[in-house]
């Protein structure tokens, strides 16, 4: 079973920057999805950001031109830089890795979260 474990996670002024990474116990980025999701209290779980298996992204409209995924060559971290940060983008960030076998089965990874505050 692929583990995530979240860093980077803390208290930030408003405009500054922050880069969570995620790293994976093994090298599963050539075959899983990876994405970025935060939770605000009394929230659901919404998608930030994702990367394909091509590398191809895919961002929420709020953090479009602000954050930014990316992953390394090797294939075991993947990163989220998020600059500009706002207020409203305090939340638990967690990283998921998503992939479906040849019968159509979904494997479904989370890790345990970071949390992200953003002073204003």
């Known amino acids: 079973q692929v583990q995530l474990v979240e860093s980077g996670g803390g208290l930030v002024q408003a405009g500054r920057s922050l880069r969570l990474s995620c790293a994976a116990s093994?090298?599963?980025?050539?075959?899983?999805?990876m994405g970025w999701y935060r939770q605000a209290p009394g929230k659901q779980r919404d998608l930030v950001a994702s990367i394909s298996t091509t590398g191809s992204t895919n961002y929420a409209d709020s953090v479009k031109g602000r954050f930014t995924i990316s992953r390394d060559n090797a294939g075991n971290t993947v990163y989220l830089q998020m600059n500009s940060l706002k207020p409203e983008d305090t939340a638990v960030y967690y990283c998921?890795?998503?992939?479906?076998?040849?019968?159509?089965?979904?494997?479904?990874?989370w890790g345990q979260g970071t949390q992200v505050t953003v002073s204003s």
């Open positions: 998921n890795a998503e992939r479906y076998d040849s019968s159509g089965y979904r494997y479904n990874v």
């Open positions: 093994r090298s599963i980025l050539s075959i899983y999805v």
